[in-house]
């Protein structure tokens, strides 16, 4: 186990870890997209095309609140690209969401379908709302309001939501109801992540966690790293923070040390149990204080001598300023978007193993496939298949990039980018688009 000598001294909470504002994060994707591009000697005309997204959709959604006033939130749906298929990609619903994190977000998903090796496009929506602050009913009206602006847009065939940050399998229920509502015929296809009894899939709920970890798994054994008794610290404790944490010392026996959110951040370096602070979350709203816990700052949770840093949070954690103070032997980035390019580069020259997002994070889309799949068939599989052929899908994901890493001598996002944008190239020229 790898981790910081012990320090007796009272540590001082300081400003949570929060991306950078500075940092667009479409820019950030059109540079990578350009680095890629020109390593590999991509056709001008194939680069027009992949830099900018398809197609995007505003608009605008009255919702009745419950205090019977009107107001009136923004929304967007974004395709980036669907040389390779249909477009993928989840709905956000977050208070400080743009129009340029929704159009990374769809770059980044045409990227994790094609590393995947998925025939799906990468797409992408968001609302700028803040659900924690909404009822129930204020939610459906909005989710349906929603899908009622944008069906025009989206089908089975044609660009397929799912959940992301703050929306749920509920929400999911709703989206699908309105849209087989206005197709006057039952669409569960439409949408995927929905409850099991509406055409969900099984292990639909802890796929990105699960597959991001069994690329972990790889890693280790790449890197020479016993991942039972490991030291993992976990920055962001949402849907994938707790999975994450949950399942690696479930299947791997890791020690979580560290574990963060956006009201604060623990450490216990003789390791906590995922599943007591998650219920702790639940019943406070945060980790913070969590019974048997030191206080650590975001920044000292991010900078731990530890074997495994997960980063479950938003983006552009770990930029130029930081990077240099990471001392974990694997970066998994299990969100999207934590770390930027100049980071990447930081990272590198440490000899740190980066598991960079669109691979680390592809179980929650590879997974929505597998459900596709079984509505399209309207048969379904157990449990114990979809994570067997998860595991295939991810193990052969991250052996293709870590060979294509050693034979380019080039660092994991690189060559994720590689694999990735050489298939959807390939594909642009076998349509003739270039």
């Not at 949570?16 to 820019?27: I, Q, S, T, W, Y």
């Not at 020690?255 to 906590?272: F, H, R, T």
């Amino acid at each position: 186990m790898r981790l910081r000598g012990d320090d007796s001294q009272t540590r001082e909470t300081h400003r949570p870890v929060e991306r950078d504002a500075g940092l667009n994060p479409f820019d950030i994707v059109q540079r990578q997209c350009d680095m890629c591009a020109s390593f590999i000697d991509l056709d001008p005309n194939v680069l027009e095309i992949i830099r900018v997204p398809m197609q995007e959709v505003h608009v605008s959604i009255p919702v009745r609140m419950d205090d019977g006033s009107i107001k009136v939130f923004k929304g967007f749906r974004v395709i980036h690209n669907n040389a390779l298929g249909p477009a993928k990609g989840g709905v956000r619903f977050h208070p400080d969401e743009t129009i340029d994190t929704v159009r990374a977000l769809a770059a980044w998903m045409t990227w994790k379908c094609s590393l995947a090796g998925l025939p799906l496009g990468g797409g992408k929506g968001g609302i700028v709302c803040n659900p924690k602050e909404m009822s129930q009913g204020e939610l459906e009206r909005l989710s349906r309001g929603y899908i009622s602006k944008i069906a025009p847009f989206i089908g089975p065939d044609k660009d397929i939501p799912a959940p992301d940050v703050y929306t749920n399998p509920q929400i999911m229920a709703w989206m699908m109801d309105e849209y087989s509502k206005i197709m006057a015929k039952n669409q569960p296809g439409v949408i995927t992540g929905k409850p099991l009894l509406l055409g969900g899939s099984a292990g639909r709920g802890d796929a990105t966690a699960r597959g991001g970890l069994y690329v972990l798994r790889e890693a280790a054994r790449a890197c020479g790293i016993n991942l039972r008794g490991a030291a993992i610290a976990v920055q962001g404790y949402g849907n994938a923070g707790y999975y994450t944490a949950y399942l690696a010392h479930k299947l791997f026996g890791s020690k979580i040390v560290a574990i963060s959110d956006s009201k604060g951040a623990i450490l216990n370096k003789e390791g906590l149990d995922p599943q007591q602070v998650y219920e702790y979350k639940i019943k406070t709203g945060s980790v913070a204080n969590f019974p048997g816990s030191e206080a650590i700052s975001h920044d000292e949770l991010l900078e731990l001598e530890v074997d495994v840093l997960c980063l479950c949070a938003l983006e552009n954690v770990v930029t130029q300023h930081n990077a240099s103070n990471i001392n974990a032997a694997v970066l998994a980035e299990f969100s999207n978007g934590p770390t930027t390019p100049e980071a990447d580069e930081i990272l590198y020259e440490k000899g740190i193993h980066v598991l960079p997002d669109f691979l680390c994070n592809a179980g929650g889309v590879t997974v929505s496939y597998f459900e596709m799949v079984q509505n399209f068939n309207l048969f379904f599989w157990d449990e114990e298949e979809v994570h067997s052929r998860l595991d295939k899908k991810m193990t052969s994901a991250y052996y293709t990039v870590l060979e294509t890493s050693r034979k380019n001598k080039v660092n994991m996002r690189m060559a994720a980018y590689i694999v990735s944008v050489k298939r959807v190239a390939e594909a642009i020229k076998l349509r003739g688009w270039a």
